[in-house]
Nanobody, 118 residues
Framework: QVQLVESGGGLVKPGGSLRLSCVASGSISSINAMGWYRQSPGKEREFVAAISWSGSTYYTDSLKGRFTISRDNAKNTVYLQMNSLKPEDTAVYYC????????????WGQGTQVTVSS
């Protein structure tokens, strides 16, 4: 089983930046990809980005150019750099892990709140 712990969320003004981190522990050898999803109140959870252990990256089209996913394999950590944040980016951001970057995502973190507001 894989345990995921996110950090880095908070309150930021529109146009600001945040970097989320997700540390994986447990059966690391069982996963080949980690990713980020987000969920806003009243909306379904949506895919944000994913990265394989080899470095291939995947993004939802609407966030390309503002969000960047990266990883540090030695630290079993994945990051999500979020720039030019907008109020509509406000959501709980969840880290996920899978055997394949296209899913299914079998392990989830507890989520970290990101609020973009002036």
């Amino acid at each position: 089983q894989v345990q995921l712990v996110e950090s880095g969320g908070g309150l930021v003004k529109p146009g600001g930046s945040l970097r989320l981190s997700c540390v994986a522990s447990g059966s690391i050898s069982s996963i080949n990809a980690m990713g980020w999803y987000r969920q806003s109140p009243g909306k379904e959870r949506e895919f944000v980005a994913a990265i394989s252990w080899s470095g291939s990256t995947y993004y939802t089209d609407s966030l390309k150019g503002r969000f960047t996913i990266s990883r540090d394999n030695a630290k079993n950590t994945v990051y999500l750099q979020m720039n030019s944040l907008k109020p509509e980016d406000t959501a709980v951001y969840y880290c996920a892990a899978a055997r394949d970057p296209t899913g299914p995502w079998g392990s989830w973190g507890q989520g970290t709140q990101v609020t973009v507001s002036s």
